[in-house]
């Protein structure tokens, strides 16, 4: 019973360095969303995807690209990492929000930025 | 903007009841979650309430006032697993019903 699985849990970059954060779902959800959580500051949403082939900016869009281009996968890219860039980051599924079901997290993935 | 407020940390004791309050001004409103996160993992739905009043789940009940913009999280017969932070959520209404997360509450259970 997996639900959504986020790859890598842990990383270490070097300022300027690029990388992909994997997330994957199995619960056939039409949503998907990429958060960040830092001290002090809670969950803020950084891309979110209503369907595949769609991606959308959130709160935080700056420095991170997405692509949803099969239903279950979301990925997250760097493409340049920076020091502020260093924070938990969760990925999320959930069916359609009409449909009043709540978002489903993976374990996050800690990254830091050096 | 959206606007939601709970208290940073608070704590109680084992075997005791807990409110976790929390206040939102937001632009539209069409439900309000709460999660319940341990410290290094993942959140974790609690309960949802889109109507006034309240919803009961075991030892944990959440109520909500739409007019006052207020909902509280009680926790009943408080045991040392339930030391984790609390976040409230709200779902605006309109278009993709974006959901807002408060800075969540650190409960500390203490024996």
């Known amino acids: 019973n997996a639900g959504v699985t986020q790859t890598p849990k842990f990383r270490v970059l070097k300022t300027g360095q690029s990388m992909t954060l994997l997330c994957a779902q199995d619960m056939n959800h039409e949503y998907m969303y990429w958060y960040r959580q830092d001290p002090g500051m809670g969950l803020r949403l950084i891309h979110y995807s209503v369907g595949e082939g769609t991606t959308a900016k959130g709160e935080v869009p700056d420095g991170y690209n997405v692509s949803r281009l099969k239903k279950q996968n979301f990925l997250l890219g760097l493409e340049s990492a920076a020091p502020s860039q260093t924070s938990v980051y969760f990925c999320?599924?959930?069916?359609?929000?009409?449909?009043?079901?709540?978002?489903?997290f993976g374990d996050g993935t800690r990254l830091s930025i050096l | 903007g959206q606007n939601i407020d709970q208290p940073t940390e608070m704590t109680a004791t084992e075997g005791a009841i807990v409110q976790i309050n929390c206040t939102y001004q937001t632009s539209g409103f069409n439900g309000l979650f709460w999660y319940q996160q341990h410290a290094g993992e993942a959140p974790t739905f609690l309960s949802y309430n889109v109507l006034d009043g309240l919803e009961e789940k075991g030892r944990f009940s959440s109520f909500l006032s739409r007019s006052k913009g207020y909902s509280y999280l009680l926790l009943k017969e408080l045991q040392m697993k339930d030391s984790a932070s609390y976040l409230c959520a709200v779902r605006l209404s309109g278009g993709y019903q974006k959901v807002t997360f408060g800075t969540g509450t650190k409960l500390q259970v203490i024996p």
């Open positions: 999320a599924s959930s069916p359609p929000q009409y449909s009043n079901q709540p978002q489903h």
